[in-house]
Antibody
């Protein structure tokens, strides 16, 4: 059974850092495109970042230069390192799998809440 | 960036109704479009990918159509479980993925 479990969210001050993890089971992270998508409270969905199976990475302009997506193949886990956090980064962060290899996400985690506030 | 505009923002309907949600792209995205259903406090669920391909396990009352800049999601006969928020997503380029603002489908 495919499962994605995010962790690492919490309260952080503006300018701080946080690393989110997404532990996968039932499939191999490194064989799929994997994304992070976020949703601010009461708002819509916003794509954040993707890592291709080949290792290439892409970011939304809103997080470019501050966030880094990576994976640990030995742990079958996806990460999102978030630096220089701002209040507008407050959101539920979801990791998601793209098994079709085109951009749509067929499996999602339950999400982890990141709150940036002083 | 490619802007995705969904209409309507809110839709009131009854069980058994046929409903259609529209998504318009600010430029052509070929068929690189997906539809998701999201319920409160839950992760989105993929319904349709590549504009018209039904995701495995999704009921056949859901269908998608369109190409270029105009797309539709149709639910042929609304069921109680279908009342939720629906999002379109374009993935014409992986560096420029964007979602529509969402359509809330509520019970009339």
């Amino acid at each position: 059974e495919v499962q994605l479990v995010e962790s690492g969210g919490g309260l952080v001050q503006p300018g701080g850092s946080l690393r989110l993890s997404c532990a996968a089971s039932g499939f191999t992270v490194s064989s799929n495109y994997m994304s992070w998508v976020r949703q601010a409270p009461g708002k819509g969905l916003e794509w954040v970042s993707v890592i291709y199976s080949g290792g290439s990475t892409y970011y939304a302009d809103s997080v470019k230069g501050r966030f880094t997506i990576s994976r640990d193949n030995s742990k079958n886990t996806l990460y999102l390192q978030m630096n220089s956090l701002r209040a507008e980064d407050t959101a539920v962060y979801y990791c998601a799998r793209d098994s079709h290899g085109s951009g749509s996400n067929d499996y999602w985690g339950q999400g982890t809440l990141v709150t940036v506030s002083s | 960036d490619i802007q995705m505009t969904q209409s309507p923002s809110t839709l009131s309907a009854s069980v058994g109704d046929r409903v259609t949600i529209t998504c318009r792209a600010s430029q052509s995205i070929s068929s690189w479009l997906a539809w998701y259903q999201q319920k409160p406090g839950k992760a989105p669920k993929l319904l349709i990918y590549d504009a018209s391909s039904l995701e495995s396990g999704v009921p056949s009352r859901f269908s998608g159509s369109g190409s270029g800049t105009e797309f539709t999601l149709t639910i042929s006969s609304l069921q109680p479980d279908d009342f939720a928020t629906y999002y379109c997503q374009q993935y014409n380029s992986y560096s420029l993925i964007t979602f529509g603002q969402g359509t809330r489908l509520e019970i009339k």
